[in-house]
């Protein structure tokens, strides 16, 4: 899952830092259940989160993306009330016609990110 929060600032550098000491927060704060290395080794069990996917030059894929894969689905915006339901993978992995049905019922849930910006703060 990847989580999105929309941020000003003049360099990408700084988002990558900030990105990375929330994480490392995190780990740190709950070191049972979250990790921040990169070590294959150092994740079973846990939630690893990967800060160095805020970088300019790295290929995360962009919402309403197909994902390469024998049967595609979409990297799809959730809502938060559908995380914390999610009980299973299956629950939040969505098709083309899945996204299409959503976005009727329920509108782009990324669209607010591009007017919702808050300046990064270090």
């Known amino acids: 899952m990847q989580i999105y929060a929309a941020v000003r600032t ?12 929330v994480a490392l927060r995190f780990a740190a704060e709950t070191p049972g259940l979250i990790t921040a290395k990169m070590t294959k080794s150092l994740r079973p069990g ?8 805020n970088n300019p ?3 995360t894929v ?8 024998d ?3 979409v990297s799809t915006p ?5 995380v914390r339901a999610c ?20 509108g782009d849930l990324f669209a607010t990110l591009t ?6 703060l270090t």
């Open 10 to 21: 003049r360099t990408a550098e700084r988002t990558s830092a900030y990105a990375k000491a």
């Open 46 to 53: 846990k939630v690893f989160i990967d800060w160095s996917q």
């Open 62 to 69: 962009a919402p309403y993306s197909l994902r390469g894969r």
């Open 87 to 106: 009980t299973q993978p299956a629950d939040l992995t969505f098709t083309s016609d899945h996204v299409i049905d959503r976005v009727t019922e329920f």
């Open 57 to 59: 030059s790295k290929t």
């Open 115 to 120: 007017t919702t910006r808050t300046p990064l």
């Open 78 to 82: 959730v809502t938060w009330d559908e």
């Open 71 to 73: 049967h595609p689905t």
